[in-house]
T-cell receptor, first 115, second 115 residues
């Protein structure tokens, strides 16, 4: 799977939008971009994923650049409960082997939402 | 709908003891995985399964065994516990339908200490 690079940490004011960048310059054509978050001591939680089009769901929006080398996760109105470590992951969708099943978690971005 | 259930939540073992970490899901997911997370680090894949009767190794399989006799259950066995296996263990599952369209659902974790 392609390697991702994220800022180590960032702060965000409650009620404001949080924009979390991710660089994945070596992403290949069959790899999707996934975002997960991990709130302290809990299991990771799936947020959103995309291939090349922008995506939106009830939790967040995902903006993927046209060359697919980077993406931004947007939390439109951050709340204190959004304080977590956010992981950007690229994953192959091919086959039943490890490549299609392994999520490679890097260091993530530690987001602190402040009142 | 309970999702992914892991038991026990906490466990202390003595070096050399064996034990089984239980994982069950009620979503009829084909794919199941075990990860470990060490302090300040991302998750690393131990073993995974693409269906009943089929398992394979991840990136850190040594010292662990798995089996998948049913779709619902995916137990992780520690053969002879070592202090290096002190970690938080997460089980995850996902559907194989529309493989690219589903994120993993994670359990709440088992916190294991080996003394």
């Amino acid at each position: 799977d392609a390697k991702t690079t994220q800022p180590t940490s960032m702060d965000c004011a409650e009620g404001r939008a949080a924009n979390l960048p991710c660089n994945h310059s070596t992403i290949s054509g069959n790899e999707y971009v996934y975002w997960y978050r991990q709130i302290h001591s809990q299991g990771p939680q799936y947020i959103i994923h995309g291939l090349k089009n922008n995506e939106t769901n009830e939790m967040a929006s995902l903006i993927i650049t046209e060359d697919r080398k980077s993406s931004t996760l947007i939390l439109p109105h951050a709340t204190l409960r959004d304080t977590a470590v956010y992981y950007c992951i690229v994953r192959s969708i091919g086959g039943n082997g490890a490549a299609g099943n392994k999520l490679t978690f890097g260091g993530g971005t530690r987001v602190l939402v402040k009142p | 709908n309970a999702g992914v259930t892991q038991t026990p939540k906490f466990q202390v073992l003595k070096t050399g003891q064996s034990m089984t970490l239980q994982c069950a899901q009620d979503m009829n997911h084909e794919y199941m995985s075990w990860y470990r997370q060490d302090p300040g680090m991302g998750l690393r894949l131990i073993h995974y399964s693409v269906g009943a009767g089929i398992t394979d190794q991840g990136e850190v399989p040594n010292g662990y065994n798995v089996s998948r006799s049913t779709t619902e259950d995916f137990p992780l066995r520690l053969l002879s516990a070592a202090p290096s296996q002190t970690s938080v263990y997460f089980c995850a599952s996902r559907s194989s339908l529309g493989a690219a369209n589903y994120g993993y659902t994670f359990g709440s974790g088992t916190r294991l200490t080996v003394v």
